[in-house]
């Protein structure tokens, strides 16, 4: 990505169970080849903030998640399509005073309706389907978290 490219993105805060798909799904939005790396701690690129998984699980490392939010035009809660569970709470957007989507990742996997409802009951009002590996829905994403105007 340039970096005019970059002062157009709003700052993105991605939060999820590890192994979800996010620093998968940031390499896929900055179009850059995919490869794996353990997220070990928080990431802060131009205008993306990548979370270590744990810090969503672990009920002690939450509030770093809270603190990065205040950092974010947007939260990201992410769900991979073939997830057994969810782990945000109903309602849990109104917690944070920030723009908050879902985002269901691995649609090359399973249809992506279950792990959408989940992200609807957890508050979330647009609801992005994408896979990172095949790009599909990652452009619609993208276009979202552009700037307007
Ligand atoms: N098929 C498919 N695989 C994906 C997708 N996103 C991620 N993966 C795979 O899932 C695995 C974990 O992806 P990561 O992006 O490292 O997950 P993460 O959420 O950053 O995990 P932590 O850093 O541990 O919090 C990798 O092997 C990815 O290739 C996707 O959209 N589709
Ligand atoms: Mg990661």
Not at 47 to 74: M, N, T
Not at 107 to 129: Q, T, V
């Amino acid at each position: 990505m340039q970096d005019h490219e970059n002062l157009n993105m709003k700052k993105t805060l991605l939060v999820g169970r590890h192994g979800v798909g996010k620093t998968t799904l940031t390499q896929a939005l900055k179009g850059e080849t995919i490869h794996y790396v353990k997220t070990q701690y928080m990431q802060y690129g131009d205008w993306l903030i990548d979370s270590p998984g744990e810090y969503a699980e672990v009920h002690g490392l939450g509030a770093a998640l809270a603190i990065y939010s205040y950092e974010a035009d947007v939260v990201v809660l992410l769900i991979a399509a073939d997830d057994d569970y969810s782990l945000f709470p109903p309602n849990i957007t109104c917690m944070v005073n920030r723009d908050v989507i879902g985002v269901v990742t691995k649609i090359n996997r399973c249809p992506p309706d279950r792990a959408a409802n989940w992200l609807r009951l957890s508050g979330c009002k647009e609801i992005f389907p994408i896979d990172s590996h095949t790009g599909e829905g990652v452009d619609q994403l993208k276009a979202y978290l552009r700037k307007q105007g």
